[in-house]
């Protein structure tokens, strides 16, 4: 299939159009139909990458609270530890008011790196998927989102690792977790390197891979069955913007239940210390640590920061598909607009 085919897409099968629901029609995600009408995929990588981007300016500030929340009280019990941060408006209070305005944008150079990376190859591969039809076979949905958000966590996670690092320091009185003290993200990716080889920059990448192969599937797949099953309702006019902004909520919420768990452990792997046999001090692997957690907190443990998660979570889903199917419209119309001039 050539880019020219790709791009020359009928109005009727816009990112917003009111094409026939593959809900109604086949049973949902899981059930078969034609694949829907796509965007030429190098294009939509870099897509993908800006309405994420964008999103994570604003969401940033509760992914600074969430790395906070989960990595306070590691490995010990609950009460046995000072509580420096206590729910989302409280630790976002702490947090501006110790750490200043810029403390709430920790990480987030690197963040937008990890965000244009890692969604770019999601996106992008998901909308080629979908070129394809491989999105419209039984279980085609999650298994092409699970398939691309594991490549490209797997790709970009030096950044979520630096990431991870920046975002945890902070002064001693509300310090949580270990401190690792870089004095950017240049000095991070050079000290990790200098220090761990090529390999340590992709240390903590087994917990990043099964996170973000969660939630990608559970994203992608509710997007795409929630925005058909809204089209189909005709509540809204033809290419209404509600209809991905309500299907981008439904995803939230979803992302933000599965998720939870996935991304405390990530969480751990990613900010632990390293001894001098570049071996992680807290935990051996993924489930070294899922184990731990589980017997010194709890199984509650693992839910750790689900509110921030989901504060998080629920509006970066809805800016950034909201802003990639906006982007992806506009694109199908301007090719349009071309065609017939």
């Known amino acids: 299939m050539t880019s020219a085919q790709l791009l020359k897409t009928s109005p009727e099968e816009s990112a917003f159009g009111a ?43 509760l992914e600074v609270v969430k790395t906070r929340l989960q990595l306070q009280g590691e490995l010990r019990a609950r009460g046995s530890y000072q509580r420096h941060y206590r729910g989302v408006l409280q630790a976002l209070w702490v947090v501006g008011r110790t750490d200043g305005l810029r403390g709430l944008q920790k990480g987030l150079s690197v963040g937008l790196i990890y965000q244009g990376v890692m ?15 491989i999105t419209s076979f039984h279980g085609g949905s999650l298994l092409s989102g699970a398939g691309v958000g594991a490549l490209g966590a797997l790709i970009a996670s030096p950044a979520y690792l630096v990431k991870t690092h920046l975002q ?27 220090r761990d080889g090529l390999i340590g920059l992709w240390r903590g990448v087994n917990g990043a891979v099964p996170r973000v192969m969660v939630g990608s599937a559970a994203q992608l797949a509710t997007f795409t069955s929630a925005k058909d099953w809204v089209s189909h309702s005709q509540w809204f ?17 979803a992302v933000a239940i599965s998720m939870t768990p996935f991304d ?20 051996h692997g993924f489930s070294d640590c899922l184990l731990k ?10 839910y750790k920061g689900m509110g921030p998660v989901f504060v998080r979570l629920a509006p970066h889903t809805v800016l950034s598909m909201l802003f990639w199917d906006l982007m992806r419209q506009q694109t199908v119309k301007n090719n349009q607009s071309q065609g017939r001039s």
């Open 19 to 61: 094409q026939p629901s593959r809900m109604a029609s086949t049973g949902g995600v899981l059930g078969s139909s034609p694949p829907p009408a796509a965007v030429w995929p190098p294009l939509d990588f870099a897509l993908g990458a800006l309405s994420c981007c964008a999103a994570c300016v604003f969401t940033n500030p």
């Open 119 to 133: 969604n770019g190859v999601r996106l992008g591969s998901y909308s080629y998927c979908e070129a394809l039809g």
């Open 168 to 194: 945890a320091q902070t002064v001693e009185a509300i310090a949580v977790g270990h401190q690792h003290n870089h004095l950017g993200v240049s000095d991070a990716f050079v000290t990790i390197y200098r």
């Open 237 to 253: 006019s033809p290419n209404s913007c509600l209809t991905a902004l309500i299907a981008a909520m439904i995803s939230g919420v």
């Open 264 to 283: 405390v452990i990530s969480t751990r792997l990613y900010n632990q210390p390293v001894d001098e046999f570049r071996k992680g001090r807290l935990y």
């Open 293 to 302: 957690v589980c017997q010194a907190e709890g199984l509650l443990g693992l």
